[in-house]
């Protein structure tokens, strides 16, 4: 890099550096003592240059390592506009097919884009409360069962804290949980208990359906089954989007969280296990998504900028909360008997 000597400077500036490390596509500097507040001085100095400094523990020492800052495409919110109209198109017809009726196809379409949206609504915010730039959600329509493959945000610049990768990383899930729970009580008092037939898909609710099937549905006696309504189809996939989300795995929300809480050689075994109980759930399309996106794609997750500094003592009371929503969500794929 030609402005290896001005970055030094830099650095200099800020810490006392030990020793240069010059590779072929980056460089690092190793230092003797580290300040986050001065950290963000060179964040905002190196941003001005087209540099990004990533900071992590090293040997009792610091590494700051120096990679290229990413430009960020122009965002067109026409294409957020349209994929969310035929997103609106696709998710009524699937709530269509699944109960044969227009009302209960719109009623589908409005339960899970009104927990889709949420979720991912929420870590745009999360993102503008850490001036973290980033798109307004990309909802996905496909051929599915449920007329979708969710949706998603675009984070066009790096992540400065812990405690902003931890925010954007629990912000969905908690949000699309929140929205599931009525959006299931209202689904559940709108189904209707019936006999047991073969070839109908078999539903294994997680525990919160559970405590809530409790309260809502009738007793179901032996040789019959809750045939849930749209509404509650949508609220119980709005709880699968928030497991599966929560599986801390790569760049999943999970993930985000994972290295918020942990070094980066942790976050890799975590994710590991995540993966592993991805597949005894039975959820097999979706760990091979994982599988393939943590060993091929994402090969490393970075974390934040500073990776020395620890998240607050709220955020880690909220990790454990995060966990209960996550157990309470546990639930194998269902079959068909």
């Known amino acids: 890099m030609e402005s290896t000597n001005f970055i030094e400077n830099y650095v200099s500036n800020y810490f006392n550096i030990k020793s240069v490390h010059i590779e072929e596509k980056t460089f690092y500097f190793i230092v003797w003592d580290y300040n986050k507040d001065k950290f963000i001085h060179l964040v905002s100095d190196l941003d001005k240059m087209g540099y990004l400094p990533f900071v992590d523990e090293y040997e009792g020492d610091y590494k700051i390592n120096i990679v290229n800052k990413p430009e960020p495409g122009e965002s067109k919110i026409h294409f957020n506009i349209i994929l969310f109209l035929v997103t609106i198109v696709t998710t009524i017809s699937a709530g269509y097919l699944f109960q044969g009726s227009i009302i209960?196809?719109?009623?589908?379409?409005?339960?899970?884009?009104?927990?889709?949206?949420?979720?991912?609504?929420?870590?745009?915010?999360?993102?503008?409360?850490?001036?973290?730039?980033?798109?307004?959600?990309?909802?996905?329509?496909?051929?599915?069962?449920?007329?979708?493959?969710?949706?998603?945000?675009?984070?066009?610049?790096?992540?400065?804290?812990?405690?902003?990768?931890?925010?954007?990383?629990?912000?969905?899930?908690?949000?699309?949980?929140?929205?599931?729970?009525?959006?299931?009580?209202?689904?559940?008092?709108l189904s209707h208990v019936a006999p047991f037939q073969t070839g109908s898909m078999n539903f294994y609710p997680p525990l919160i359906m559970q405590v809530l099937m409790l309260f809502t549905t009738p007793q179901i006696p032996a040789g019959y089954e809750l045939y849930v309504h749209p509404v509650a189809f949508a609220g119980w996939v709005g709880i699968i989007i928030t497991m599966l989300n929560l599986m801390p795995v790569a760049f999943l929300?999970?993930?985000?969280?994972?290295?918020?809480?942990?070094?980066?050689?942790?976050?890799?075994?975590?994710?590991?296990?995540?993966?592993?109980?991805?597949?005894?759930?039975?959820?097999?399309?979706?760990?091979?998504?994982m599988a393939v996106f943590?060993?091929?794609?994402?090969?490393?997750?970075?974390?934040?900028?500073?990776?020395?500094?620890?998240?607050?003592?709220?955020?880690?009371?909220?990790?454990?909360?995060v966990f209960i929503i996550f157990i309470l969500c546990l639930s194998p794929a269902p079959q068909i008997f």
């Open 104 to 189: 209960d196809g719109i009623a589908f379409s409005i339960a899970i884009m009104a927990i889709i949206g949420t979720h991912e609504s929420a870590h745009f915010f999360a993102a503008r409360k850490h001036g973290i730039k980033a798109t307004l959600p990309y909802f996905i329509p496909a051929p599915t069962l449920i007329g979708t493959f969710g949706a998603v945000i675009n984070v066009k610049s790096a992540i400065p804290t812990k405690n902003a990768l931890f925010d954007l990383g629990v912000s969905g899930p908690i949000a699309g949980f929140l929205v599931a729970i009525p959006v299931l009580i209202v689904g559940f008092y």
């Open 253 to 289: 929300d999970g993930g985000h969280i994972s290295r918020a809480l942990f070094n980066e050689k942790i976050h890799q075994y975590v994710s590991i296990a995540g993966i592993i109980v991805t597949v005894v759930l039975g959820w097999y399309f979706m760990a091979i998504l």
């Open 294 to 321: 943590f060993l091929l794609v994402s090969k490393r997750h970075p974390g934040a900028l500073d990776n020395v500094s620890k998240i607050t003592k709220t955020r880690k009371i909220a990790a454990i909360l």
